[in-house]
């Protein structure tokens, strides 16, 4: 069993920095993906930058230039720097984990770390 463990939320002001950090326990084999969603308050979990284990990370558009997710792989851990924080970017973080081999796929969260950006 894969534990996921998030930490790094908190409250900054508009304009301001965070970094998330998600470590994951367990083995790398067939490890695929570590990615970082998100949810607001009513609103559906979406995927704001997935570090893709033999390909290039992914943003979406409303946080490419600003955001920068990188990969410890000694420690098996996912960062998520967030820079020039927008109140939009308010939301529970959750980080996910995606394993996949011939003995099938497997998917990992974390607990969720809330980021508030106050105007």
């Known amino acids: 069993q894969v534990q996921v463990v998030e930490s790094g939320g908190g409250l900054v002001q508009a304009g301001g920095s965070l970094m998330l950090s998600c470590a994951a326990s367990?083995?790398?084999?067939?490890?695929?993906?570590i990615g970082w969603y998100r949810q607001a308050p009513g609103k559906e979990r979406e995927l704001v930058a997935i570090?893709?284990?033999?390909?290039?990370?992914n943003y979406i558009d409303s946080v490419k230039g600003r955001f920068t997710i990188s990969r410890d792989s000694a420690k098996n851990t996912v960062f998520l720097q967030m820079n020039n924080l927008k109140p939009e970017d308010t939301a529970v973080y959750y980080c996910?984990?995606?394993?996949?081999?011939?003995?099938?796929?497997?998917?990992?969260w974390g607990q969720g770390t809330q980021v508030t950006v106050s105007s």
């Open positions: 996910n984990v995606a394993y996949s081999s011939q003995f099938g796929r497997a998917n990992y």
């Open positions: 367990g083995s790398s084999f067939g490890l695929r993906a």
């Open positions: 570090h893709n284990i033999y390909g290039n990370p």
